[in-house]
Nanobody, 123 residues
């Protein structure tokens, strides 16, 4: 059974840091394409960072230079290191994975999603 479990969310002040983790079971990240996504109240889901299992991750413009996606193959865990956090980063963060294509917010049924973890940044 494919399963994704996120952790690491919390509340921080502006300028703080958090590291989110997404641990997979039932498959390995290096055989999938995956990403981190977020959804703030009243807003649509948006892509934060995506990764194909090799090469360089891609980042959304609002988080470039502040967020870093990394993969630990031994632990089968993907991390999202978030630095210089801003109030506009407040959202529920999800990791998602799919086989053969990069997960998209607009097509949630074509990927596996975790349960989400809340990130709150106060000013």
């Amino acid at each position: 059974e494919v399963r994704l479990v996120e952790s690491g969310g919390g509340s921080v002040q502006t300028g703080g840091s958090l590291r989110l983790s997404c641990t997979a079971s039932g498959f390995t990240f290096d055989e999938s394409k995956m990403g981190w996504y977020r959804q703030a109240p009243g807003n649509e889901c948006e892509s934060v960072a995506t990764f194909s299992g090799s090469g360089t991750p891609s980042y959304a413009d609002p988080v470039k230079g502040r967020f870093t996606l990394s993969l630990n193959n031994v632990k089968n865990t993907v991390y999202l290191q978030m630095n210089s956090l801003k109030p506009e980063d407040t959202a529920v963060y999800y990791c998602a994975a799919a086989f053969g294509w990069t997960p998209r917010c607009a097509e949630p049924d074509r990927a596996y999603w975790g349960q989400g973890t809340q990130v709150t940044v106060s000013s």
